[in-house]
C-alpha cells in the first residue's frame, strides 16, 4: 500500500474514532464516559480475567442457562421464564 494510502486510511479511522467517541460521551454523559475509558484502559482488570478465567465461567453459565430456557420453550412454556443470574 503507496504511503499516501495508508496515511489516508489513517486520518479517516482517527476522524472516524473522534466521531465516535464524541457520539458516545454525549450520549453517556462525561461521568459515564470516564469510567467506560478506565475500565478499557485498565490492563490489570484483564488480566485478572484472563487470569481466573472468569469470561470463560460466565459464558459457560450463561449457555447452559440458555439451554434450559429454550427446552422449556420447546417444551411449549409461553409465560415469563424466570433464570439463575451468574453470581
Known amino acids: 500500500m503507496p504511503l499516501h494510502t495508508a496515511t489516508a ?20 454523559g462525561s461521568g459515564r464516559y470516564e469510567i467506560l475509558t478506565e475500565r478499557k484502559n485498565d490492563i490489570n482488570m484483564a488480566k485478572q480475567m484472563f487470569k ?7 459464558a459457560k453459565h450463561y449457555k447452559k442457562q440458555h439451554a434450559i430456557l429454550s427446552e422449556k420453550r420447546n417444551n411449549g412454556e ?3 421464564l424466570e433464570f439463575e443470574d451468574y453470581a
Open 78 to 80: 409461553t409465560e415469563y
Open 9 to 28: 486510511v489513517i486520518k479517516k479511522w482517527e476522524l472516524i474514532h473522534t466521531n465516535f467517541s464524541s457520539w458516545t460521551e454525549k450520549t453517556l
Open 52 to 58: 481466573d478465567n472468569k469470561a470463560g465461567h460466565i
